[in-house]
């Protein structure tokens, strides 16, 4: 099975331009994950989509947004980038439903985000 | 709010030696740890992880005990090796969710 594939993998982008980050999740998962990976703060969970709807939320500005499409590929969108957007953007799929047996994510490489 | 504390930041140790790495949870209604382990360059990689209705769990050298009552899971790897080195993440998770809090990482060095 291919894995967790994210595009692009590096980008560079100036303060007040948006981003938009591509997700495709493990063949068969339909919980894709984002989370914002910066040094010292850890992975910080940013939302979670299932069955294209967003099902949880972590505390980021509005700027911050996802969608979920019907086959599963999902897409995250930071609007006005600001010099602390700048981090590695890690997509993680999941099996669903969530049971005893499918609590692991599968991180896919990340997309690593510069902001001058 | 939900939080993850993960202790120490850097651990360095001499090949063959004992690590842990200790995390503690703040939402008592948390019922899934798992840990990752993330090689410089390279993704998180689950390695173990522990369900709420056990107190240990064991896979070779890496083990994972939990106490619930203290909200505490610590992660200890036994005879450690050079290939051990990267960074550790513990999470927590609710039921029902793949909403994972994680702590700030710990760096593990093993020293050859």
């Known amino acids: 099975k291919a894995g967790v594939t994210q595009t692009p993998r590096y980008l560079i982008k100036t303060r007040g331009q948006q981003v938009t980050l591509s997700c495709s999740p493990i063949s068969g998962h339909r919980s894709v994950s984002w989370y914002q990976q910066t040094p010292g703060q850890g992975l910080q969970f940013l939302f979670e989509y299932f069955s294209e709807t967003q099902r949880n939320k972590g505390n980021f500005p509005g700027r911050f947004s996802g969608r979920q499409f019907s086959n599963s590929r999902s897409e995250m969108n930071v609007s006005t980038l600001e010099l602390g957007d700048s981090a590695l953007y890690l997509c993680?799929?999941?099996?669903?439903?969530?049971?005893?047996?499918?609590?692991?994510?599968?991180f896919g490489e990340g997309s690593r985000l510069t902001v001058l | 709010g939900e939080n993850v504390e993960q202790h120490p930041s850097t651990l360095s140790v001499q090949e063959g030696d004992s690590a842990v790495i200790k995390c503690t949870y703040s939402d008592s209604a948390s019922n899934y740890f798992p840990w990752y382990k993330q090689e410089l360059g390279k993704r998180p990689q689950l390695i173990i992880d522990i369900r709420s209705n056990v107190g240990e769990k064991k896979d070779q050298r890496i083990a994972v005990t939990l106490n619930k009552t203290a909200k505490h899971f610590s992660l200890h790897i036994t005879e450690t090796q050079p290939e051990d080195s990267a960074v550790y993440f513990c999470a927590a998770s609710k039921p029902g969710t793949y909403k994972y809090i994680f702590g700030t990482g710990t760096r593990l060095k093993v020293l050859a």
């Open positions: 993680a799929s999941s099996p669903s439903p969530v049971g005893p047996n499918t609590g692991e994510l599968f």
